[in-house]
């Protein structure tokens, strides 16, 4: 197979996909080298700073109605920083397989939170061990402010235990449904009792609510605490068996193959959980690059807005308009709709979020108005209605500028426009998407079309 | 009303009875396209509507206590028995309710509340349990239902808005969201657009993704021309509110009284989150509400199309029982629920009003399972067996 081919589809998966300027160096690297590269460009770690303060929700609880009015503009100020801040880190950085594996662990560890210092917190930790050990991962994930308020730990109490983080810890974020009992549940809150945060956000374990009595967990007996549960589970191969499942499905193909994520269960068990050798098999096993697991995945909205971005270097006058984007679309970053993450795949798609997905690179490449609201997120409620005049964004302009100049500087000369159809879209090209490559006016109207159609939303 | 009602079935089953020959040509139509196509119209107050200053208990003395600067004066009340009344900002739907068209269904949640927002929407719009996630929609759902019935359009249910609720995506039916007809229209018939359409229109599509988003693209295609062609046919000429609700509800009128063959219709309103200074702000959404549905089912009515509607209205939770420090109200949990049509079989208000003494940590005690209201609907209404939408078995409601 050609190496382009190869090397696109890995870029595709790992990353936010492969643009022009990287073409030429990519032609020339084998793909081992290419993988190699890859994990180079992610070893850095820089995490978000844009979330500064850490606002005193005490005094929103307590304040005056102006005080209240102000914490609650403050706190939306905040997460639309916070929101943005991400995105342009992930439509300009080079360490593109650390940020869409920080994607993945933002969905899997799926958390709200009003409090966006935390938020931040919680997606920096995410970022950090993207790539690391998967036990570090988790135990920082359940130390962390925006998790133990989320699964309600804080009220984890002994004698009064609050089952909801335990449950979420085995349903979701470790073994999965069905492998585990209710008298697990019950004796793992125990565990998790006095486990808590201060208020700058420290996380402490309180010993007068904590249960030091014995539990029995999964046929171990003991004093348990909250990392003995933990590394009990993660004993136990199906935890790894889940995780792999998940990566799979994110990375390969919708429809998990069991043989195959169990030969990455095996890689992932074996290597101690560390992440990154299980990402090195997949990316260099050779069924990766099966033709059925090629092309076929549905790109998340964030994916989608992102690969734009990246392909057209696209600056925003009006940063907010990527919210708008994300809300339309149906995937607004640190709003997920359960504790269980974005379904994805076809989820994603409906008449409507589809019509968007058309209509929204015209509207950015080709200076547009936006004529569609996305709808409120429920939590938005008590901002808008501290709103007397609620501001509509339809009928603004996008105010986007990609750089076009550089974007066709980049397209080598040499390349048919067939060949630019093809580098563009990750499928094979239908004999539809040929004819109309071949007929395009040039080059700009030919990649707005290309971009705009059902098979720009595979990778 | 009975009149009319009699005369337009007698003259159906006269019909039946003297000229089968009529109805030969008719028997590949579903009968109920004769007998008047029904319609569901849900419309979702979000934020958590503060349920006791809507449908106001003046008549319990802790109401008053509990809510010494937001309480509703009795004067102001709108009053429907000695117990419960509208809030003075509902006043349209006084002649609603005095028609027997509209219902009202107390304390209504569902076991082991969430406060959260999104998670209460979640589950009001997934029908699920409060610790179960599902990725599908109760409409979406019946949809899922229907399809297995050769039904496959996605414009059996449309959303009046840009975007699709996750309670109208089912697992291999999804609604169609369409805020207007000649907008959607417009989109797919841009140039390209068109191209690929018609060039994949008789192609076999496959299976996989790429299939699938052909697949939406083609029925997409085919609905915006469907709903537009129908709908134009139509002009409403009630009068609305100029208010974003009031213009949803005329294009559900237009598109119900147009003849489209839409079954569910889903509506939204939002800013019911009241922390802060509750009245004013509740009462602006409530005058939005209220005028807007009195419009609507006046409408209706006069188009002779009341009897095949029914609307449900709800919201995630309802609020506590007490009053915050800002004039306001916090999350909470039972709420009514709201039900409009010509054919209710019970009107006026259907249970007690909600009780202030026994309260669950400050917060109402549900009495009726949302679900049930749901199984009344899928039952009596959508003529499907409610278990196979809400996965186990609900009893349901007498109030159609």
């Known amino acids: 197979m050609d190496n382009l081919k190869l090397i696109k589809h890995l870029y595709a998966r790992a990353g936010f996909g492969l643009c022009f300027p990287d073409k030429k160096s990519a032609e020339h690297l084998s793909i081992r080298k290419e993988i190699k590269e890859l994990f180079k460009a992610s070893e850095t770690n820089e995490p978000l700073n844009v979330v500064q303060e850490n606002i005193d929700y005490m005094k929103l609880l307590t304040g005056d109605m102006l005080a209240k009015k102000q914490a609650i503009q403050q706190q939306r100020q905040q997460e639309k920083d916070l929101n943005l801040a991400w995105m342009n880190r992930m439509s300009t950085t080079d360490a593109q397989l650390r940020e869409k594996m920080t994607l993945f662990w933002h969905n899997h560890f799926a958390c709200r939170t009003n409090n966006a210092f935390y938020a931040q917190q919680l997606n920096n930790i995410q970022r950090t061990y993207a790539l690391g050990n998967f036990r570090d991962l988790l135990l920082a994930v359940s130390k962390s402010p925006a998790m133990l308020q989320f699964l309600n730990n804080q009220q984890n109490h002994k004698g009064h235990p609050n089952e909801n983080f335990a449950r979420e810890l085995m349903e979701l974020f470790t073994i999965g449904r069905g492998n585990y009992t209710e008298q697990d549940i019950k004796e793992s809150a125990r565990a998790f009792t006095g486990w808590g945060f201060d208020k700058n956000g420290e996380f402490k374990v309180r010993p007068f609510q904590h249960d030091d009595g014995e539990k029995t967990f999964m046929g171990k007996t003991g004093n348990l605490n909250g990392e003995d549960i933990i590394n009990r589970l993660l004993e136990q191969k199906q935890t790894a068996a889940f995780i792999s499942n998940k990566l799979y499905k994110y990375l390969v193909n919708d429809i998990p193959d069991p043989a195959r994520v169990n030969e990455i269960a095996e890689v992932f068990y074996n290597a101690n959980y560390e992440i990154k050798p299980l990402l090195e098999y997949v990316f260099t096993v050779d069924w990766f690059y099966d033709d059925k697991n090629m092309g076929n995945m549905i790109k998340s909205p964030v994916s989608f807005l992102v690969g734009l971005n990246r392909q057209f270097y696209i600056t925003y006058q009006r940063p907010e308009v990527l919210l708008e984007f994300q809300r339309a679309l149906g995937q607004v970053l640190f709003y997920p709709p359960n504790v269980a993450g974005w379904p994805g795949g076809r989820n994603w798609i409906d008449s409507s979020s589809l019509m968007y997905r058309f209509k929204i690179p015209s509207m950015v490449l080709d200076g547009g108005l936006i004529d569609f609201a996305g709808k409120t997120d429920p939590e938005d409620e008590a901002y808008l209605a501290s709103m007397r005049n609620r501001q509509s964004a339809i009928n603004t302009k996008v105010q986007a500028q990609p750089d076009w100049d550089k974007f066709l500087q980049n397209v080598p000369k040499s390349l048919s426009k067939t060949d630019i159809a093809q580098f563009m879209l990750e499928p094979n090209l239908s004999a539809t998407i040929e004819n109309a490559a071949g007929q395009s006016a040039d080059i700009k109207t030919l990649v707005i079309e290309l971009v705009s159609t059902p098979e720009y939303q595979l990778c | ?400």
């Open chain 2, 1 to 400: 009303m009975k009149r009319r009602e009699f005369l337009k079935n007698s003259a159906l089953a006269s019909g039946a009875f003297l000229i089968p020959a009529f109805l030969k040509p008719l028997e590949g139509i579903a009968s109920e396209q004769i007998s008047g196509y029904k319609h569901l119209v849900i419309i979702q107050l979000s934020g958590g509507n503060d349920g006791l200053n809507t449908i106001v208990p003046f008549g319990n003395d802790i109401y008053y206590q509990k809510r010494t600067s937001i309480a509703i004066n009795p004067a102001d009340v709108i009053k429907l028995n000695d117990m419960q009344g509208l809030n003075p900002n509902l006043s349209a739907l006084k002649e609603i309710y005095d028609q027997g068209w509209m219902n009202i269904i107390n304390s209504v949640g569902y076991p082991n509340p969430d406060r959260s927002h999104f998670r209460s929407m979640d589950i009001w719009q997934t029908a699920s349990d409060s610790n179960q996630f599902l990725t599908t929609g109760w409409i979406g759902r019946y949809l899922d239902s229907n399809c297995q019935n050769g039904n496959k359009n996605p414009y059996t249910a449309i959303e009046v808005d840009d975007t699709l609720s996750l309670a109208m995506k089912g697992a291999s039916m999804k609604g169609i969201a369409v805020q207007d007809p000649n907008k959607l229209y417009q989109t797919t018939r841009e140039p390209f657009f068109k191209d690929l359409v018609h060039e994949h229109d008789n192609e076999h599509l496959s299976e996989d993704n790429l299939g699938y988003l052909y697949k939406t693209m083609i029925e997409t295609y085919s609905s915006a021309d469907y709903i537009q062609k129908t709908s134009k046919t139509y002009t409403v000429s009630a009068e609305y509110p100029a208010t974003p609700l009031g213009n949803q509800l005329k294009t559900v009128s237009k598109f119900i009284n147009s003849g489209l063959q839409t079954r569910i219709y889903y509506v939204s309103l939002s800013g019911f989150d009241t922390h802060v200074a509750q009245q004013n702000q509740q009462g602006r959404q409530l005058k939005i509400y209220g005028d807007a549905v009195a419009a609507f089912v006046k409408d209706l009515n006069q188009t002779g199309k009341l009897d095949d509607t029914l609307v449900m209205t709800f919201s995630e939770f309802g609020r506590r029982v007490e009053q915050n420090a800002s004039n306001g109200t916090d999350h909470g949990t039972a709420n009514n629920v709201f039900v409009f049509g010509g054919k209710l079989k019970k009107a006026g208000i259907f249970n007690d009003a909600p009780n202030l003494t026994q309260l669950d940590n400050g917060d109402l005690k549900y009495q009726v399972d949302f679900r049930d209201v749901y199984a009344t609907l899928l039952d009596k209404w959508l003529d499907v067996n409610n278990k196979l939408i809400l996965d186990k078995n609900f009893k349901g409601l007498d109030f159609i």
